[in-house]
């Protein structure tokens, strides 16, 4: 019967990893373990005895089963052997052993700088975050650097050795819970992948990554980019220069993650709720001042947009005075009793406006309803009146507050645009042209506004008669109809020559 033994990730794994020949087929990505050839317990962290002679190759035994005598496969017990120990002691930081460091670095040579997840796996006793921060102040911040700093010494007992390691294993295996630690910046609550998070901003909390990212074309210019042993040197400087652009690309785009992540702008309800509390004149200057944020601290923009805030009050305040006192009012009781009546005006147009806008309405229903016949009756103002309901109802303002040009209007003006539904710069042009064609000819008549302006002659009509009742034109009277009235006194004038002839 042949017996095919499984093999074990023991010694031989350490060797299948350093032996150049290789051939094992064993697992780069997972750390060298070590196990008893007896009784398969794992003295990877523990004392363990190795076999020395040349017929048991990577042969280990825990210390039990080597007080015991145990004999397995080919060994004997009066084989020469070693004495293998944990290497517990630090060589650059205190809280880190030899045998983690050399960890670090197999890690780091097999996963790649920057996969601190893959190696802290490997690692086994050390988190992300750890493994990077010690990488970084040990080997990339060392003053004799590529080489960390070799003259350390540490004041630390074998006995304190062993038990922060036994320690750091107890923390790795779950039996001691880890000290927290955060690995996202500002992060009060655990991210999860939830709507706040993937459905509204796209972003994945898992992958620290967003479903579009800045400049997400970046990796099309680097993916197929290989270096050829063939290369000119002209080549091989091209290709580096490509990688620069791609790696100042990243740059690029860590900064606005990083921006992200420090605002705490995934909080999607906290932003909503911050916008909702926040006044109208407020929104606006944080939207037209939001690209100055990434120039600033947090603490400074909101500081400094604060400051843009009471700046738009005080101008608004002076704005305000300055009105009262065109208006001749030299005290607030007055001002306040101005601007009650101001609103009030205001309503009383609006109303007006309203009201104008149901009987043009109106008028243009039962005009339509209305028989064709030239000689027709007209309708007594009553049926007019009983015919407005049935009309077509007339059109809802249309909303101008944030259109182009509403700065440039009246608030007269502004409800006028509003009830014709007429956006602010087509009504610039309209007012423009009829107000040079009054100034060209002197006067201007209802006829001649319709045919200049190439709208709804019921707006034209609206808009000549606003113009009339602000006084920015004057009503056209007809001569002919002006005549009769004039030659009233000459006509009677012959009278008293006739009488005194006759006398």
Not at 78 to 96: G, Q
Not at 110 to 116: E, L, R, S
Not at 437 to 461: H, M, P
């Amino acid at each position: 019967m042949t017996i095919t033994h499984r093999q074990k990730p023991s010694g031989s794994t350490l060797s299948a990893v350093t032996n150049t020949d290789g051939g094992s087929g064993v697992d780069d990505k997972e750390p060298p373990k070590y196990h008893c050839d007896a009784c398969s317990n794992d003295v990877t962290n523990t004392v363990r005895i190795r076999c020395a002679d040349k017929d048991c190759p990577d042969f280990d035994l825990c210390v039990t089963c080597f007080c015991g005598g145990a004999e397995p496969v080919k060994h004997k017990t009066w084989h020469d052997y070693r004495i293998v120990k944990p290497h517990n002691f630090p060589i650059f930081s205190e809280d880190w052993d030899a045998d983690e460091e050399l960890l670090l670095i197999e890690a780091a040579e097999k996963m790649g700088i920057g996969n601190w997840q893959a190696i802290a796996d490997y690692v086994g006793t050390k988190s992300r975050s750890e493994c990077e921060q010690h990488y970084l102040d040990v080997y990339v911040s060392s003053p004799n650097w590529p080489l960390p700093r070799m003259n350390l010494q540490f004041e630390t007992s074998e006995e304190q050795c062993r038990e922060r390691k036994r320690h750091r294993l107890q923390q790795s295996r779950g039996l001691v819970p880890r000290k927290p630690v955060s690995s996202h910046p500002n992060n009060a609550k655990p991210i999860t992948s939830g709507p706040a998070f993937h459905e509204i901003q796209g972003y994945m909390p898992r992958r620290f990554e967003f479903e579009t990212e800045y400049e997400n074309d970046a990796e099309q210019f680097v993916k197929d980019m290989v270096f050829n042993d063939d290369d000119t040197q002209e080549e091989i400087d091209l290709k580096v220069m490509v990688l620069d652009i791609y790696n100042s690309r990243l740059d690029r785009r860590m900064e606005r993650k990083n921006l992200i992540f420090e605002r705490r702008w995934l909080d999607f309800k906290r932003m909503q709720s911050m916008d909702r509390k926040r006044l109208k004149e407020e929104r606006e200057i944080y939207n037209k001042t939001r690209v100055f944020c990434k120039l600033q601290t947090e603490n400074d923009y909101e500081t400094f947009v604060k400051g843009l805030v009471k700046e738009q009050q005080l101008r608004d305040r002076i704005s305000t005075l300055q009105e009262w006192r065109q208006a001749g009012l030299t005290t607030i009781k007055q001002g306040e009793q101005y601007e009650r009546e101001k609103q009030n005006r205001l309503a009383q147009l609006k109303t007006f406006v309203s009201l104008s806008s149901e009987r043009l309405g109106a008028s243009g229903s039962a005009q339509r309803n209305s028989p064709t016949q030239s000689n027709a009756i007209p309708l007594p103002t009553p049926t007019i009146t009983s015919a407005a309901p049935a009309g077509r109802k007339p059109a809802n303002p249309l909303n101008i507050r944030d259109a182009d040009g509403v700065h440039l209007l009246t608030e007269e003006e502004q409800i006028l645009c509003s009830t014709l539904r007429i956006m602010p710069r087509p009504y610039l042009v309209i007012k423009d042209t009829i107000l040079k064609e009054y100034a060209r000819q002197g006067y201007l008549k209802r006829r001649q506004a319709r045919s200049l302006i190439k709208i709804d002659v019921n707006k034209t009509s609206r808009i000549y008669d606003f113009f009339v009742e602000s006084g920015w034109i004057k009503s056209f009277k007809d001569p002919a109809t002006a005549t009769p009235q004039s030659q009233t006194p000459a006509a009677s004038t012959p009278t008293p020559l006739l009488t005194s002839e006759a006398k």
